[in-house]
């Protein structure tokens, strides 16, 4: 059974950092391209980033390129998505993906950005 499950989000202030992290489990994750995915309040599914297998290759949408970073590490089956330089407009539940869409994505965790 294929398994992600997100952590890491939370409250933060204009300007403030978080990571999130996504434990994966039920594939093969080195071999599984992997993204990022978003959900603001009464807005649809927003990709946010993607990484390649060995971690060598990334990109991002436009409004989060220069702040956010997408990494992984292959020996835990981990995933991770550091956000810096955060902006109200990121507040989203944020996801973690096996597909671009978010088809294939976990529960979610939530990160609100206000002051």
């Known amino acids: 059974e294929v398994q992600l499950v997100e952590s890491g989000g939370g409250l933060v202030q204009p300007g403030g950092s978080l990571r999130l992290s996504c434990v994966t489990s039920?594939?093969?994750?080195?071999?599984?391209?992997m993204h990022w995915v978003r959900q603001a309040p009464g807005k649809g599914l927003e990709w946010v980033s993607t990484?390649?297998?060995?971690?060598?290759?990334?990109t991002y949408a436009d409004d989060v390129k220069g702040r956010f970073t997408i990494s992984r590490d292959n020996a835990k089956n981990m995933l991770y998505l550091q956000l810096n330089s955060l902006k109200t407009e990121d507040t989203a539940m944020y996801y973690c993906?096996?597909?671009?869409?978010?088809?294939?994505r976990g529960q979610g965790t939530q990160v609100t950005v206000s002051s």
């Open positions: 993906s096996k597909d671009r869409t978010g088809t294939a």
């Open positions: 039920g594939f093969t994750f080195s071999n599984t391209v």
């Open positions: 990484i390649s297998t060995g971690g060598g290759l990334s």
